[in-house]
């Protein structure tokens, strides 16, 4: 039997609620992939902001179980919401030092958690699959768990990078979630050149189960702003995507630095 959360069930409540209102229409293969019980990474595409809490909500409704999620560190510098991510038990990631968050992600799996990870980083403006960084891979080795790729099409039509939707937009939305059969963990070989041969397999894994359920996506997308540009749709192409995505960084690092030569010094 699974502890009680009420933190997590709150959580989780309100999200149900938030997409009943919204009647999000979720179709769901692949679930007997998920484990009932002991650790696991699910590397869960990144299209959308939504996407952690719609895998959470099906993960729940099938088997009760929590998804320990991997954030930013600033979410969890904000008052209300880093409470409710500590409550949740949620791991904060630095960006500048991630070596501690990743040693709390391994204790984590040890200890039986489902870690929810995006390897791609950041949401893909491009709604393909990008290149991947290695944790997940790395940190399931470490764990000697095995992954679990899942895919999200659909709930980037609800919130997204660079698209404001509107309500009308955002009601009704299906949404196909695919979970892939489980990659074992690969302990045998640690060197580099493994978890990197690894992770382009998570990669082409994932590409696979998203091209599986665009392909049954019940809502044509040609000329949609949604959907990737070599399916007809309007959305950047990677490069693309890889170009705007860069200038952000680079201007959020200017403010960063900017911001630290300003604050005052005593």
Known sequence: MHKREPIYSTAIGAGRALFGLLRVRPTVTGLEHLPATGGAVLAITHFGYLDFALVEWITWRHNRRHIRFMAKK??????????????????????????????????????????GVFPEGGVN?????????????????????P????????????????????????????????FGQPIPPDTAGPADRDVAAHTLRLHDTLQSLVDAVQAEYPVPGAGAWWQPAHLDGTAPTPAEAAVVEA?????KAAEKLAAAQAKPRF
């Open 74 to 115: 600033g979410a969890f510098d904000h008052p209300l919401i880093g409470a409710l991510l500590r409550g949740m038990k949620h791991i904060s990631v630095d960006m500048d030092s991630g070596r501690e968050a990743y040693a709390q992600a391994v204790d984590a799996l040890h200890d039986g958690e489902l870690l």
């Open 125 to 145: 403006a491009s709604f393909t699959v990008r290149e991947l960084k290695t944790g997940a891979v790395r940190m399931a080795q470490a764990a000697n768990v």
């Open 147 to 178: 992954i679990i790729p899942v895919a999200v099409w659909g709930g980037h039509r609800l919130m997204t990078k660079n698209h404001r939707s509107t309500l009308r937009e955002r009601v009704g939305v299906p949404v196909g979630i695919r």
């Open 247 to 251: 200038e952000r960084r680079r201007r």
